[in-house]
């Protein structure tokens, strides 16, 4: 799977987005997004045909201060991968 982010500085903030696409061969089964430890989303997809998901978080994170964004994807198979990012002074 393929996890990616985006952030801009909102007015409060950061908008996030976040994208998760599947391999060839795979389908998105369940995606986990937490921001600064923060539950943002627990999506389980029942139907095995998402091959791509995409989210945004409006004003979420810190600023000034550290954000950090954890995307936990799960395909069809159980095989889940993570993905980290962390921005801001550390």
Same mark, same amino acid.
């Given at each position: =799977? %393929?996890?990616?982010?985006?952030?801009?500085?909102?007015?409060?903030?950061?908008?996030?987005?976040?994208?998760? *696409?599947?391999?060839?061969?795979?389908?998105?089964?369940? +995606?986990? +997004?937490?921001? %600064?430890?923060?539950? =943002?989303?627990?999506?389980?997809?029942?139907?095995?045909?998402?091959?791509?998901?995409?989210?945004?978080?409006?004003? *979420?994170?810190?600023?000034?201060?550290?954000?950090? /964004?954890? +995307? $936990?994807? $799960? %395909?069809? *198979?159980?095989?889940?991968?993570?993905? /980290?990012?962390?921005?801001?002074? +550390?």
């Amino acid at each position: =799977m %393929n996890i990616t982010s985006t952030h801009v500085r909102a007015v409060i903030a950061y908008d996030i987005t976040v994208n998760v *696409k599947a391999s060839s061969g795979e389908y998105i089964r369940e +995606v986990r +997004v937490k921001i %600064n430890g923060e539950p =943002m989303a627990t999506e389980s997809i029942p139907v095995s045909t998402c091959t791509t998901w995409v989210r945004a978080y409006p004003q *979420k994170g810190d600023y000034p201060g550290t954000t950090r /964004l954890h +995307v $936990t994807a $799960t %395909n069809d *198979k159980g095989q889940s991968e993570d993905y /980290l990012e962390t921005w801001g002074p +550390v």
